[in-house]
């Protein structure tokens, strides 16, 4: 028993579980109180932005006016689970601040609740991090520990208020919003939810251990005495010549390793009585696998364009090629190629191609050149007489201009307001000739056209009844297509190819690929649905070239649809939201996508007039929200939720 490899496992399993067990609770430990923190800190940022926003219009030299919302102050930090909220009035010169309205919820201290009364005066309290709010800074967060609580604290400045003199609104900041969160609360649910993951990961753990233990005993370590005896009794005699495994030990594995050493023999003889069909067969799908592995990425973004590649291969090894690359002046390079043939000797011309195609573009030739010198290394040793046609251009992102050349093959066309062919330069295909000149030409592109590029694959695809897809269908399809993406188009097109074909065997490598010029007004995001990524979606409307007074409006709305899809569409996983942001001469309209479970944000949307400040929780958020949108809808398609809103860009927006 001492001998069995069943022991030899547990007790290795044991120390493993035993060390990753220490480091997940330290790493949960971390974690969850940097969770904690940050959630704390995401919502007194939150609710001390909406106060902000909400008291824009209420005057900081007339008391009364405030006493009007503490009863809304109170419900805000019980609704959100901050301690302390209040609105002060600072003075800079003599760093007085002036209470103006104070709200608090659970775990707020009586001293607090008694002294910060309206109009109670704190003489030279004034914090420089409030100093630097009271100078435009928003949303400071401090940690601090005073005579009332331990606290985190958000400052944040409200900008606009109404002059006591006139009636207009002045855009000067004269008061601002405090919002507090205790830190005991914090560490209460740290505890909470810290506890709840150390019983879990303990209950678990015993449970694994157990459970691995009946599970090697019964399927690993008794099968293994069974197989070991039995393959003595299958396999023949050793050969002398092969050099046999050492085996140690008296366990299992020791006897595993004795019944191998016979069983290499004849797998050793078995290997070398392959035929030859087999063994060509074995290279060829080798090749095919290098073949691919040359090829870049079917995918790729950047500001200026997006490209969209896809390559199904034939049962045999082809020679169809795609290539891109950005160049270091930042223009797009774009090629595709199709060897004539089929084969290992193809196979190898197309390798020799792209690498020529890739060094001819590094070295910032034209398509005209860079087709001359391709031709001219290819035709310079060719024995087997391999031709290739290909195509090749560069697309300059800064004047529109696609510059492009053709050696023999398939025409491409331009997606833009109709579908355009580019049949004006065709030279003979590489490789033939070393002296061939080509000639290249110019078409300006604007955003949001797309280069269809494709190898004769394509319009040669066969159905069981040996007709040809054809360049007609092929053009119906780009037709119907022409404002598609270019992930969309080359997903249409292959759909259409497959439903041609209806499962006839491939004959033909077929190859697409689309480059797409991308608009500047647009700006997209792909994200996690965490509360963390919240400064990502604020940067992306920021990078958007909103007006300056209008930045803080399209904020609030965006981190309040953000922040409610993070809470309330994933409930038992983690998923992902799309956020799409464009910019019109009239709007900005915001787009978000995800594939959660429904919610619709536009539903029951509060009336502030009926809104009951005592018992109400919530919806505050989502109200002013959707109120300064100039439009919304929202629709659940393709089991996704999808949310559209426009705020209106207004003629006097400075």
Known sequence: ????????????????????????????????????????????????????????????????????????????????????????????????????????GKNASEEYINNRYTGYVAKGKLRDEQIKAMNGEELIVIHDKNQYDDTLICYTPIKKYWSTQKSDIVDEIKSLVCAEVSVTSVMESFNRHYLRFVIVILSVTVFNIIAIGVILFFKISRPLGIISARMRGFVSDKSKAFEKLPVKGKDEIAGMSDAFNTMAQDIDRYISELSDYNRHKAELNIARKIQMGLL????????NVSIEASITTAKVVGGDLYDYRILENGNVFVAIADVSGKGITSALFMSRALALLRQFSKLGYSPAKILFEYNRNLAEYNPNM?????????????????????????????????????????????GAFEDTQYHESVIRLKQGDKLFLFTDGVTEAQNNSEELFGEDRLEKILRDNLYSDAEDIVKRTIEGINKFTDGAVQSDDITLMVLQVNPDNVKKLHLEAKVDNLQIVNQMICELDVPQGMQFQVNVIAEEVFVNICSYVYPDSTGYVDIEAEKTDKTVILTFTDSGIPFD??????????????????????????????????????????????????????
């Open 1 to 104: 028993m001492r001998h069995s490899v069943l022991w030899k496992i547990i007790i290795a399993l044991l120390v493993v579980i035993t060390l990753a067990e220490v480091v997940l609770l330290f790493v949960l430990y971390k974690n969850t109180y940097e969770h904690e923190v940050n959630e704390a800190t995401e919502k007194i940022k939150y609710v001390a932005s909406t106060t902000a926003h909400a008291l824009e219009g209420f005057d900081p030299d007339k008391l009364e006016d405030y006493k009007l919302v503490e009863d809304y102050l109170n419900d805000l930090c019980k609704g959100s689970g901050v301690t302390y909220l209040y609105v002060i009035k600072p003075d800079v010169q003599t760093r007085d601040e002036m209470y103006l309205v104070k709200g608090y």
């Open 296 to 303: 870049g990425e079917q995918s790729f973004h950047n500001e």
């Open 386 to 430: 391999i031709f290739i046609t290909t195509f090749v251009a560069v697309f300059d992102p800064k004047t529109g201009e696609l510059t492009y050349s053709n050696a023999g093959h398939n025409y491409p066309y331009i997606l833009s307001d109709k579908l355009i062919i580019l049949d004006k330069e065709n030279g003979i295909a590489a």
């Open 601 to 654: 944000q536009t539903e029951n949307i509060i009336d502030i007039n009926e809104y009951d400040m005592d018992n109400a929780i919530g919806g505050l958020g989502r109200h002013i929200s959707f109120t300064l949108a100039s439009d919304y809808s929202y629709e659940r398609a393709d089991d996704k939720n999808v949310l559209k809103i426009k705020i209106a860009i207004e003629d006097d927006t400075p």
